[in-house]
């Protein structure tokens, strides 16, 4: 049995501190028979692993300690993280990991009919830190994947994770991190969609962003997405605002590259009816699932037809929602008395069932 | 050969069960061979039908072995779908009361115990004929079979509560029963045995009163009683004793065993913290501390209710106010169910004890601790027609060797503790994980501490520490001390007054040890497996109870 990759299928919600939150939820979508796309986890054990066998661990307790007392500035900051960055890529993924990444990339490639299956490689946290490390798009081949871990695992490393450990008190020379490893889906378009209006707290409604190509551009902030607005009770459209999308991320042969949207292709909505509806029911599956409400990355595949063309990335809590608007979710017809609701709640979260 | 049904057998255990948690909670020390029959057979029973009786609807209950004295248990989830719909029908109706009016169904089944415990207390061991006996000995079965069918149905309901109350506020508010804020909504409860503590201090006033402080200052315990009975004002104070007696005596310094003596039996222990209470710089301040407790947690209600729509704190308050009633049912639970009911069981046993011994069919009182109940019913039944000294001779030298081996397995099957952990997390029983098997603790090297644990109650103190392995040492503890134990049982309360902490081998936020210390507001670690082992008694300890750690400071 492979010691650092476990497979998708292997995971679910409660592996969160194996494979980190990101993989397990993942895993958890997997099981629950959503569409998401096929790959594999590389442990947080893994990244324990690389620091400690390639002695990186001192080297950067050895930066830390000269920085340490000057680490107020933020350019202080970024100078540490490009010193510890340097040395850290500077590192070869150790033989006993990487001979398991390439043999499950290989099996990974021959899953999806192809010799070198384009990827995405994740970072995956035991604890959430949205946007603090990097992800990585189309990536091909083992060579590249090897090197986009280190990259992944460096980029605990960045100025802005330095300094969020810093301010609360964390331990500075390591936060370790699975990293997915996730058959990158060729998007025609792609987004998020949340199961309350992250905003205004409102429970009664989905909000779904989203623009031309890869995710990176709407999660990224770059554009100015579609948005739409669907009623939860019965998934129609109440509003929908179509925004500029001015560029799109695309995959390249050696990566991804932001180009210029057509002005025709700008004016269109991102999404169909169809396929809004259709992503809306799967959301609120995700929701009943976890029991509040969802913060969902999805993405539409160019080179299938609806509905195989929807799949779902990833899906977290929506952070920073009050707790009464997550908690304020669609009572059931049962829910007449607070007792009833307790009781609902009860069965769809201590026991996890219905 | 085997003594019963329960006894663990890896061939048969291990081939569907993947792994068994050791209860370190509950039987390390290891158990006499009577208690450890009456764990693996009334309370194990209990489980799977309290479970049943809840329709929890994944959950068939923990099952249960024994091994050498200790208990091993593992959960039983329920995976098919179809039945945990149909379990899910049941448990909506079966669930409601305890939402709808929680303290009808508590007293109701405080009643229905009592009404059990009663006759039992004023049965007469020495008049009675061996017919009455006999039916007497089906009678205390009985009793405690299903004090502990009440006793889990109460349980379960409770916990699971407490498990959703807990995991809204985890994922909403970002607080578990680690934190702070957490602990801060759970203090502040009066409940049934401190009651019990309050009248053993009113006990040590009324000693003061009559000028008796000297007499228990001066002489060791077990020899104030005699030197009290030679003196007007003493007898006073030992008539309240009795009174005292009458009603609280019903105890043991360990909870969940049958041998040592109870209160009633060897008032020593009392003796011994009315000392405790006498020393210098001692002072009972549970309730000098309770209003400000009070005051804060309606604070700490405030601060969660602020974050709930108007419209929704309905059924959020009232499922806070069940929630919160966990830890007021962790602890006077113990008082009504454990406590009575095994000093019950325990004068019952003696009772058959003398009594056979005077037949020649045992050799002393306590020798019915060695068997196992039919060989009780068989005795009972014909004691002219039975010897049982070589049985319990043969036992007696089994406990002897076994009952030292402390250092037990914690898991015992294929799984790593991580594993294990995900396999009890998977489970979903809320019993293991709050209070018999706990969270295992994670290592956060960060905090570079020398134990980590799980927070049980907040604060930070430094002082000694004081290993106690053996409940019966209790009364060595002195004011200041930072006790350090396999897990603390109910019984010793009356130590809390005198503490700075306490760390704990093992346990989770519903353990006593945790309940206790945040009503005296002190610092509480629990879980950290190995505290005894690695901590010596006078070594300088800094606990902290909000990260869950502990340092040894020399």
């Keep these: 049995m492979a010691k650092w990759i476990r497979w998708l299928e292997e995971l679910c919600q409660a592996d969160y501190a194996l494979v980190g939150k990101k993989c397990a939820n993942w895993g958890e979508m997997a099981g629950l028979g959503l569409p998401v796309p096929p790959g594999f986890a590389l442990t947080v054990e893994a990244y324990e692993y690389f620091f400690a066998r390639t002695g990186l661990r001192r080297k950067i307790c050895a930066i830390l300690d000269d920085y340490a007392p000057r680490l107020e500035e933020y350019r202080v900051y970024l100078e540490a993280s490009q010193a510890i960055r340097e040395v850290v890529e500077g590192e070869e993924l150790p033989e006993e990991i990487a001979a398991e990444l390439r043999r499950a990339y290989a099996a990974l490639s021959l899953r999806c009919g192809t010799v070198a299956v384009p ?234 069932s219905s | 050969m085997k003594r019963h049904a329960f006894e663990f057998d890896p061939e048969i255990d291990l081939k569907r069960y993947q792994v068994w948690y050791l209860d370190g909670s509950h039987s390390i020390p290891p158990w006499t061979p009577m208690f450890a029959w009456t764990w693996c057979n009334h309370l194990r029973h209990a489980h799977v039908w309290a479970a049943g009786r809840l329709s929890l609807p994944n959950n068939r209950g923990t099952d249960w072995r024994e091994i050498d004295g200790c208990a091993y248990c593992t959960p039983t989830p329920i995976t098919d779908a179809a039945e ?234 009232k499922l806070m106010a069940v929630a919160q009633k966990a830890g007021v049912f962790s602890e006077s639970h113990d008082f009504h169910f454990e406590h009575q009911a095994h000093a019950i069981f325990r004068r019952a046993l003696l009772g058959y004890g003398r009594r056979l011994a005077a037949k020649g069919c045992l050799a002393a009182a306590d020798d019915p601790l060695f068997l196992v109940p039919d060989e009780l019913r068989k005795a009972l039944g014909a004691p002219e027609y039975h010897d049982l000294r070589p049985v319990v001779a043969a036992r007696r030298k089994e406990f002897a060797d076994y009952s030292q081996r402390l250092d037990r397995p914690t898991l015992i099957g294929n799984l790593s503790l991580e594993e294990a952990t995900a396999h009890m997390v998977r489970a979903q029983d809320s019993i293991m994980m709050k209070i018999t098997i706990g969270e295992f603790p994670q290592v956060r090297p960060e905090l570079a501490a020398d134990l980590y644990g799980i927070a049980g109650s907040p604060g930070v103190a430094e002082g000694p520490a004081r290993v106690i392995l053996d409940e019966r040492d209790v009364g060595e503890v002195q004011a200041g001390e930072i006790l350090v134990a396999p897990i603390t049982y109910s019984g010793w309360t009356p130590i809390f007054p005198l503490l700075k902490g306490v760390v704990t081998d093992r346990g989770g936020s519903l353990a006593h040890a945790a309940v206790v210390g945040r009503e005296y507001h002190i610092p509480i670690v629990v879980n950290t497996l190995e505290a005894t082992k690695k901590i010596r008694t006078g070594q300088r300890l800094r606990i902290d109870g909000y990260q869950g750690v502990v340092y040894i400071l020399e």
């Design chain 2, 84 to 317: 945990i719909r149909q379990r899910e029908t049941v448990f909506r109706e079966r669930i409601r009361p305890f939402l709808e009016d929680y303290d009808a169904v508590w007293q109701q089944a405080v009643r229905e115990l009592h009404g059990l415990y009663d006759p039992l207390k004023r049965f007469d061991y020495e008049e009675a004929t061996f017919d009455a006996l006999y039916e007497n000995w089906e009678d205390v079965l009985a009793m405690h079979r299903r004090m502990w069918e009440l006793h889990f149905y109460l349980m379960y309901a409770t916990y699971t509560i407490y498990t959703l109350f807990e995991g809204l506020c985890r994922e909403l508010l970002g607080i578990d029963d680690t934190s702070t804020l957490w602990h801060r909504l759970m203090q502040g409860f009066d409940n049934d045995l401190f009651e019990a503590d309050r009248k053993l201090w009113e006990l040590r006033l009324l000693a003061e009163e009559l000028g008796l402080t000297e007499v228990f200052l001066s002489s060791p315990a077990d020899q104030v009683l005699p030197q009290l009975r030679g003196s007007a004002r003493g007898r006073q104070w030992v008539e309240a004793l009795a009174a005292y007696l009458d009603i609280y005596g019903w105890r043991m310094p360990r909870m969940m065993e049958f041998n040592c003596p109870s209160w009633r039996e060897d008032p020593t222990p009392v003796i011994r913290h009315i000392q405790q209470f006498l020393a210098p710089g001692v002072s009972f301040d549970l309730d000098r501390k309770r209003p400000a407790l009070v005051e804060d947690r309606q604070r700490a209600e405030a601060e969660v209710l602020a974050r709930v729509p108007p419209e929704q704190r309905e059924w959020f308050s």
């Design chain 1, 119 to 352: 990827v995405s490689v994740r970072s995956s946290g035991p604890v959430s830190r949205p946007g603090q490390f990097e992800t990585y798009l189309n990536v091909k081949g083992e060579a590249m994947l090897c090197r986009k871990v280190v990259h992944c695992w460096s980029s605990t490393f960045t100025a802005q994770a330095l300094a969020y450990r810093r301010q609360r008190n964390l331990p500075l020379a390591e936060e370790p991190i699975a990293v997915g490893v996730m058959r990158l889906v060729e998007a025609r378009a792609a987004g998020v969609a949340f199961t309350a209006d992250p905003a205004t707290g409102a429970t009664d409604r989905i909000v779904i962003e989203g623009s031309w190509g890869l995710g990176e551009s709407v999660v990224g902030g770059r554009v100015s997405p579609d948005r739409f607005v669907l009623a939860k009770q019965d998934l129609s459209l109440i509003s929908s605002r179509h925004g500029e999308k001015g560029t799109k991320v695309v995959a390249t042969t050696g990566g991804v590259e932001e180009i210029a949207v057509e002005a025709a292709e700008r004016a269109r909505p991102c999404l169909g009816l169809e396929e809004l509806t259709y992503l809306g029911r799967l959301v609120l599956k995700l929701e009943e699932h976890f029991g509040v409400p969802q913060d969902v990355e999805w993405a539409v595949s160019a080179t299938s037809a609806f509905p195989q063309n929807i799949f779902l990335l990833q899906t977290r809590p929506i952070a920073g929602l009050s707790l009464g608007a997550a908690a304020n979710w669609e009572p059931r017809a049962t829910s007449r008395t607070p007792t009833d609701h307790i009781i609902d709640l009860m069965l769809r979260r201590v026991f996890q």
